[in-house]
């Protein structure tokens, strides 16, 4: 199976995640995995790095419609992906993972904000109890640091990475080299 690990505050992940969204509608084994790679609960400045990796995918993210705006601020990420976790559970991760990505880099929305949070979850139907318990419960926000940090000792450093086959990989790939990494499946032992 391939993963796809993405965050929200990476340009490149929300072109990742719109191309492998492809492939999970059409059945294919993949999945995409929410991770905080900085891990900190605080908004961070937009750094150089940020606005460089901007300017090299605004291309591709153009060619897939979507629109990526310098951001304010790097928020947290935490919450989201709590957020993420209660849409997967009803089958609503999908249109979860466009409202937010949206939210952030079309709208300059604090993603970090448990409210606003609450109103996007709304948007694409989720139980609002179950929201507000994700992103409230400080088990829940322990428990997924300690499964981001899973993640970094696997070796995912960065946004967005593939896993395919127990080895990771860039994951900024075309379509057809995702269909291609899909169509090899898994190596025989």
């Given amino acids: ?53 901007l300017a090299v995918v605004a291309t591709q993210a153009d060619a897939e419609g979507i ?25 609503r991760d999908t249109a979860w993972r466009r409202r937010c990505y949206r939210a952030y880099w079309d709208q300059g929305a604090d993603i970090s904000d448990h409210t606003l949070l609450r109103d996007l979850a709304a948007d694409v139907d989720l139980p609002p109890a179950e929201v507000d318990r994700a992103v409230t419960d400080r088990v829940a926000l322990l428990s997924i640091r300690q499964r981001f940090a899973a993640h970094r000792r696997e070796g995912v450093g960065g946004v967005p990475t593939i896993s395919f086959d127990r080895t990771l990989i860039p994951g900024l790939l075309s379509e057809d080299d995702l269909r291609a990494l899909v169509a090899l499946g898994p190596a025989t032992a």
């Fill in 67 to 91: 629109v990526l705006r310098r951001p304010r601020l790097v928020p947290p990420t935490a919450g989201a992906h709590l957020v993420e976790d209660v849409a997967r559970q009803h089958g």
């Fill in 1 to 53: 199976m391939l993963t796809l690990f993405h965050d929200y505050t990476s340009p490149a992940s929300a072109v990742a995640v719109a191309r492998v969204e492809r492939l999970v509608g059409d059945g294919l084994p993949v999945q995409i995995v929410g991770t905080e790679v900085v891990g900190l609960a605080t908004s961070l400045p937009i750094t150089v790095d940020l606005l460089a990796e």
